[in-house]
């Protein structure tokens, strides 16, 4: 491929990479992983709510990484709360998957920035050898790309089959006892998503420059090893 496109793919990798790096520390930092709403179950069963008075039990709830906000609805009104999860939700949480997330968003980020760097170090400089050439970019992506598979699995677990947002949704409520009425993943948990894809498409933008994937043999080191075998 002529050294004019390797340029531009790199470029272009590397431009993506930093978008990654930017969009996974703009999420870290909001509120924007989960949205959903609750319902005062003890509430609604108390005045056996259905039909249009049972919306006056159901609030709202919204959180990420280290903070939250939830709206409480028992049928007065909303009362809305902010929440932070160190220190105040870490005995109720599964507290090694929440910091493992945490430290797996910042390998992505501190790989991703690197790769970015290698991308434009390969595009505009003159590329060394090993982890600075071709091999160092399957390297940096792969890790970036792992990383974020990993958060979207364990955040997905902490909060589907640890029921994330009951826990936060109850916590310190000695009265009434609430159920997650409905919740989705928001803005956040999918911007991790097209990181990750970003990254696995850096692996084919670098496979179209003309480099190999790693450890792949090419024929004509297998014909020149099967000759010398021969000549023996």
Aim: proline share 3%.
């Amino acid at each position: 491929m002529p050294a004019q496109q390797k340029k531009l793919l790199f470029s272009t990798a590397g431009v993506l990479s930093l978008a990654c790096a930017l969009g996974t520390a703009a999420a870290v930092g909001s509120q924007l992983w989960v949205r959903g709403s609750i319902l005062c179950s003890t509430g609604a069963l108390l005045v056996n709510a259905s039909g249009p008075e049972l919306r006056k039990f159901i609030g709202d709830i919204q959180y990420g990484l280290f903070s939250g906000q939830r709206v409480r609805q028992c049928g007065l009104g909303g009362r809305p709360l902010q929440f932070s999860f160190f220190p105040d939700l870490l005995r109720i949480i599964p507290a090694s998957i929440h910091i493992s997330v945490i430290l797996f968003c910042t390998v992505l980020i501190v790989f991703a920035l690197v790769g970015a760097g290698f991308f434009m170090f390969n595009a505009f400089g003159s590329p060394y050898e090993t982890l600075h050439g071709p091999v160092g970019l399957y390297l940096w992506s792969f890790i970036s790309c792992s990383c974020g598979c990993l958060i979207m699995i364990l955040f997905s677990s902490e909060v589907k089959i640890h029921h994330l947002s009951e826990k936060i949704a109850n916590f310190k409520e000695g009265t009434f006892t609430f159920k997650t009425h409905s919740e989705q993943f928001a803005n956040s948990f999918w911007t991790i998503l097209v990181c990750s894809l970003v990254h696995f498409l850096n692996t084919l933008l670098i496979r179209f420059a003309g480099f190999k994937f790693p450890f792949s043999k090419s024929k004509d080191s297998g014909t020149i090893t099967g000759a010398v075998d021969l000549m023996y």
